[in-house]
């Protein structure tokens, strides 16, 4: 696919289900959307570090600072969104109250009011990405090309972005309630594209299947799915077949573990091999079948391969490399 995918969208929600790989993906695809001189944001919302770790950085303060350097001199900055502190920005911006909200924090008013209205939380950690998204809008000096976020996983990403619901019991009226209008006016907009993650496996992709209703019911859009962590078969469909079958033939595996000169340990070894062949076309046969149903979900799909020696920086750059030419830059 040599077109760009989403030209107009600004911010790229990345979510899926835990062990999927959410976090590497999104880091991923900052550095795709970086590349041939643009500037990305990449944000986390979870408290987790994920992206310092990626990158090798020290843990990440609340304030934007630049990790990585993408292909054709562009920049990939990161963010961790800490809701104390999305607040007092908050009670800066809306009220002039930044060193009365200060106070609040000494007295923990801060962490109470965040704790105990979640709703205020989500609107105050997707605002902070939202007001980074509108600094394009406004030619701010400080402005982004895209903005990506590491968002909670599938079960919850739905409510996590719908703020305006979250915050109804909160308040019907009132700056609160101006302030989840102002983010969801972006986050339900042609701006925003939520990406699912998945693997492969019966419970990844059906969280992902029920994803994608949920959010387009609440009138989220959808962006595409990447399928993370595949692993290319090792045989031939004819094998296979014969794995899944248990027709392999033992003897000429057993003669060619003699030409190796593994025969005398072949009894014990011929076994284990059969097993194994047949554990991976019953693997493979799985993933065929669990690739139709995310096939046919109609959307934009991404295929990562597994990275045999775990993600560093220099993995993310292939599986950016990958999303790039997909269509994600």
């Known amino acids: 696919m040599s077109d760009r995918l989403w ?38 919302v979870e408290g987790r570090q994920g992206i310092a770790q990626l990158f090798d950085t020290p843990p990440l303060p609340y304030e ?63 605002g902070k990405a ?16 895209a903005v990506v976020m590491d968002a909670p996983p599938t079960g919850r990403v739905a409510k996590f972005l719908n703020v305006s619901s979250e915050v109804s019991g909160l308040a019907k ?65 004819r094998e296979l077949q014969a794995a899944s079958e248990g027709t392999l033939p033992a003897d000429a595996i057993r003669r060619s573990l003699q030409r190796c000169g593994l025969g005398a340990h072949a009894d014990d070894i011929v076994p284990a091999l059969l097993e194994e062949a047949s554990d991976h076309a019953q693997r493979v046969a799985l993933e065929a079948r669990e690739r139709q149903r995310v096939d046919a979900l109609g959307l934009p799909t991404f295929t990562l391969p597994f990275l045999a020696g775990g993600v560093d920086l220099g993995g993310l750059y292939e599986l950016a490399e990958v999303l790039s030419e997909g269509g994600v830059r």
């Open 173 to 237: 009226v009132g700056p609160i309630r101006n302030h989840a209008d102002l983010v969801m006016g972006v986050i339900a907009s042609p701006q925003t594209a939520v990406h699912l993650v998945t693997l492969l496996e019966e419970m990844p992709v059906q969280e992902t299947i029920d994803g994608v209703e949920e959010l387009r019911k609440d009138g989220l859009p959808v962006g595409g799915v990447v399928v993370n962590m595949t692993r290319t078969p090792v045989l031939t469909e």
């Open 130 to 145: 939202i007001e980074v998204v509108r600094r394009k809008q406004k030619n701010a000096s400080d402005a982004y090309d």
């Open 7 to 44: 030209p107009d969208v600004a911010l790229h929600v990345v979510s899926g289900k835990g062990g999927t790989g959410k976090t590497t993906v999104a880091a991923a695809m900052a550095l795709a959307l970086a590349r041939d001189g643009r500037r990305t944001l990449l944000i986390e």
């Open 64 to 126: 934007e600072r630049k990790v990585a350097v993408a292909p054709g001199r562009g920049e990939v900055w990161a963010l961790a969104i800490d809701a104390q502190e999305a607040l007092l920005d908050y009670l800066e911006t809306f009220y002039n109250f930044r060193r009365a909200g200060t106070a609040l924090r000494r007295m923990g008013a801060v962490d109470f009011a965040t704790t105990i209205a979640p709703g205020l939380r989500d609107v105050l950690l997707t």
